[in-house]
């Protein structure tokens, strides 16, 4: 089930309370409130991890389009596999 943010339209996320919440405007509103110069932000911030659940699939690709892909997560010092993931996630959104 996928729910989107009525301010960005970003993807929402289950917290670990169940509660839909937007990493986006939650890292928004973070930094405009940061300040560098004051450590207790720091100590009292409760920070949220996302981890989408995954599923391992095989899938079978064009050698040229691998090729491709391998050049372009290189340039982007990631790996490629992460690079596709990337691809698929913004354009099933």
Same mark, same amino acid.
């Not at 960005?8 to 169940?18: A, G, M, Q, R």
């Not at 839909?20 to 949220?48: H, R, V, Y």
């Given at each position: ?10 993807? $929402? &996320? $289950? *917290?670990?309370?169940?509660?839909? &919440?937007? /990493?986006?405007?939650?890292? *928004?509103? &973070?930094?405009?409130? &940061? +300040?560098?110069? *004051? !450590?207790?932000? =720091? ?5 949220? #991890? #996302?981890?989408? !659940? ?6 079978? $690709? +064009? #050698?040229?389009? #691998?090729? =491709?892909?391998?050049? $372009?997560?290189?340039?982007? +010092?990631? /790996? ?10 913004? +354009?099933?959104?």
């Amino acid at each position: 089930m996928s729910k989107k943010c009525e301010k960005c339209k970003s993807e $929402l &996320f $289950l *917290d670990k309370d169940k509660a839909w &919440f937007c /990493p986006e405007c939650e890292a *928004d509103e &973070f930094l405009e409130d &940061f +300040n560098p110069e *004051d !450590e207790s932000d =720091i100590q009292t911030s409760e920070w949220k #991890v #996302v981890k989408p !659940e995954t599923k391992p699939v095989t899938i079978r $690709l +064009n #050698v040229v389009d #691998v090729q =491709i892909a391998k050049k $372009l997560a290189k340039e982007r +010092n990631m /790996p490629y596999q992460t690079l596709l993931k990337e691809i698929i996630h913004k +354009n099933l959104a």
